[in-house]
């Protein structure tokens, strides 16, 4: 379980430091429906424990929309309230993978989500309280398809 988070931290990570200046290189318009798979939930009560969707409840996305006019523009609809709301800071499209981070303006607060197309996996990562010592995480997996295909 370490090991997911690991890699995905460390994905993140190093996307952000090569991401600033990054371009969007595919024309991509996608309408999706994700399954919920399963969270890690990091806070007060839970110490990066996984939960289930048998074990805790959690929507599916019905209608993920991911719409990309290249050179530098992705937007991203329905993923959750916070990102259809914001200018994305980070967006990195290629042929395999969609990677977005987003910051509230006090950066107290960040989503950041990695789409796998071949795989169909998408990751949804909600960070609270980032200023304070005990920050809060929902890592979020859900598998994705489009129109009854796998992306």
């Known amino acids: 379980m370490k090991i997911y988070i690991a890699l995905f931290i460390s ?3 190093t996307n952000f430091a090569n991401a600033q ?3 969007i290189n595919i024309d991509r318009n996608l309408n999706l429906t994700c399954a919920f798979e399963k969270v890690i939930l990091k806070n007060p009560d839970h110490n990066f424990e996984t939960f289930t969707k ?4 959690r929507d599916d996305i019905t209608k993920l929309v991911i719409e990309s ?5 992705l937007n991203i609809k329905n993923l959750s309230n916070f990102i259809d709301k914001i200018e994305l800071d980070v967006k990195i499209s290629n042929k395999d993978i969609v990677l977005i981070q987003a910051l509230d303006d006090n950066k107290n607060y960040s989503e950041s989500a990695v789409l796998t197309f071949k795989t169909g996996e998408l990751i949804h990562e909600i960070t609270k309280n980032i200023n304070q010592k005990e920050k809060e995480k929902e890592i979020l997996f859900y598998n994705c398809k489009n129109k009854n295909q796998n992306t």
């Open 69 to 73: 006019k290249s050179p530098n523009v």
């Open 21 to 23: 200046n990054t371009n």
């Open 11 to 13: 994905l993140i990570v």
């Open 54 to 57: 048998d074990q805790i409840k």
